[in-house]
C-alpha cells in the first residue's frame, strides 16, 4: 500500500457537500431513499465472503457481533455464494436498490468493482471495505480501507526467512487464490523483506487457502525438488498448515529439515507453532469490528476519515511467544 495510502484524507467539498446533504436527508427520513429518523436503527449492507477458513469466520463473527441491534444497527449479511464475485455484486446492488445507510465490502475479488462502487457512490451510500482491497484501486470511490497491511505484514515474514537463512537455500510460496488482492500485496511485501537474500524461490501455486490443498501442492513441490526445500512461505495459516503434514509424511521435521512460515494467526497455527509443527505466525488480525464501527459513524457524520486504516497485526517467532498468548487467544 503506497504511502498515500495512510494520509488522512479530506472529501473533496462537492463530495462532503453532497454526502453531508444526503446524510442530513437521511436523518430527517426525507431521503425517501432509505435511512429515518435518529431513533430508527442504521442498516448496513454486509458485502460478506463467507465461509473460508479460521480467519475469515473470526471476522466476519466479529463484524456481527459488533453491529448490533442494541448498538443500533440492523446488519444485513450476504456472504457469496462459493466465494462467487457475481453473488456478491448482486447483494451489493440490492444493497444500493434498498438504500441502505452504509455498504462493508470484502471482496472476493479484486477487481470488477467499479460500476457497483460508482452506483452506490450515486445513491450517496458509503462504501468501507474490510479486509481485501480492490484493483484498480480508486480511493475516491470508497470511504476507506480497514485492514492489516499486508505488504508490511510480509515484509516482516521476508526479514525473517533472510535473517534465518543467512546463508541461503531454497523456497517454495504457497499462494492465496489468483485474483485476490491480498496475494499480490503478500508477495510484495515479502520480497521486500527478503531483500538481498540468497534464499532462492524454486516455486510459487495456489492452494487456495485451504489445509487439504497446501498438503497436495507441497507434497508435489517436495518430489519435484527431492525434498531440498527449506522454507515454505505460506500466505494463510491452513495453507501452513497442510504444508507441515506434506513434510511429516515426507520424513521431514520442521523446524529442522524445513521452516515454515505462515500468516493469520488463528489459533490452530498458534498451537502449532507452540508445538513446532509452524515456524513462524504473522498475525493478521480480523478483530475490527469496533474500528469498524467507528469508522462508520463518522462517515454518517459526514466526517474526514483516513483513507487506510491499518489494524495493528505481532509476529510470533518462536514456541515460548505462541504459549505466552494461547490461553487468551480470541480467534
Ligand atoms: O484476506 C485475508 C485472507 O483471507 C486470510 O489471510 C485468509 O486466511 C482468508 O481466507
Known amino acids: 500500500m503506497s504511502a498515500k495510502k495512510r494520509t488522512r484524507v479530506a472529501f473533496g467539498l462537492a463530495a462532503v457537500g453532497a454526502l453531508t446533504i444526503g446524510l442530513a436527508a437521511c436523518s430527517t427520513g426525507d431521503s425517501g431513499d432509505g435511512g429515518g429518523s435518529s431513533d430508527e436503527l442504521t442498516t448496513v449492507g454486509f458485502v460478506a465472503v463467507g465461509p473460508e477458513g479460521a480467519w475469515r469466520e473470526a471476522n466476519e463473527q466479529n463484524i456481527q457481533d459488533t453491529f448490533t441491534e442494541e448498538a443500533g444497527y440492523d446488519l444485513k449479511y450476504a456472504p457469496a455464494t462459493n466465494l462467487d464475485q457475481k453473488s456478491q455484486i448482486d447483494a451489493f446492488t440490492s444493497f444500493v436498490d434498498e438504500g441502505v445507510d452504509v455498504i462493508l465490502l470484502s471482496a472476493t475479488e479484486a477487481s470488477g468493482w467499479e460500476d457497483s462502487l460508482k452506483r452506490a457512490q450515486e445513491a450517496e451510500i458509503p462504501v468501507i471495505l474490510l479486509d481485501r482491497g480492490i484493483e484498480p484501486d480508486d480511493d475516491s470511490l470508497y470511504v476507506t480501507r480497514i485492514a492489516p497491511d499486508n505488504v508490511e505484514v510480509a515484509k516482516e515474514v521476508g526479514?525473517?526467512?533472510?535473517?534465518?537463512?543467512?546463508?541461503?537455500?531454497?523456497?517454495?510460496?504457497?499462494?492465496?487464490?489468483?485474483?485476490?488482492?491480498?496475494?499480490?500485496?503478500?508477495?510484495?511485501?515479502?520480497?521486500?523483506?527478503?531483500?538481498?537474500?540468497?534464499?532462492?524461490?524454486?516455486?510459487?501455486?495456489?492452494?487456495?487457502?485451504s489445509a487439504e490443498e497446501g498438503k497436495s501442492v507441497f507434497e508435489t513441490m517436495l518430489k519435484s525438488a527431492g525434498n531440498d526445500i527449506q522454507l515454505v512461505f505460506a500466505q494463510n495459516d491452513e495453507m501452513g498448515l497442510g504444508a507441515a503434514q506434506a513434510a511429516e509424511e515426507a520424513g521431514l521435521v520442521v523446524g529442522?529439515?524445513?521452516?515454515?512460515?505462515?500468516?493469520?494467526?488463528?489459533?490452530?497455527?498458534?498451537?502449532?507453532?507452540?508445538?513446532?509443527?509452524?515456524?513462524?505466525?504473522?498475525?493478521?488480525?480480523?478483530?475490527?469490528?469496533?474500528?469498524?464501527?467507528?469508522?462508520?459513524?463518522?462517515?454518517?457524520?459526514?466526517?474526514?476519515?483516513?483513507s487506510y486504516i491499518v489494524v495493528p497485526s505481532e509476529a510470533f517467532d518462536s514456541a515460548e511467544a505462541a504459549q505466552a498468548v494461547l490461553a487468551d487467544r480470541k480467534y
Not at 500468516?263 to 508445538?275: E, P, S, Y
Not at 469496533?290 to 462508520?296: K, P
Open 159 to 209: 526479514a525473517w526467512a533472510a535473517a534465518t537463512f543467512p546463508d541461503g537455500g531454497n523456497y517454495v510460496v504457497l499462494e492465496g487464490p489468483a485474483g485476490v488482492g491480498v496475494v499480490n500485496e503478500r508477495n510484495t511485501g515479502f520480497d521486500e523483506g527478503l531483500g538481498d537474500s540468497s534464499l532462492t524461490k524454486l516455486d510459487a501455486q495456489t492452494a487456495n487457502w
Open 256 to 306: 529442522e529439515d524445513v521452516k515454515i512460515a505462515t500468516i493469520d494467526g488463528t489459533k490452530n497455527a498458534m498451537q502449532a507453532l507452540a508445538d513446532g509443527q509452524l515456524s513462524y505466525v504473522h498475525e493478521y488480525n480480523p478483530l475490527f469490528g469496533d474500528t469498524a464501527l467507528e469508522v462508520v459513524e463518522k462517515a454518517l457524520a459526514g466526517e474526514d476519515v483516513e
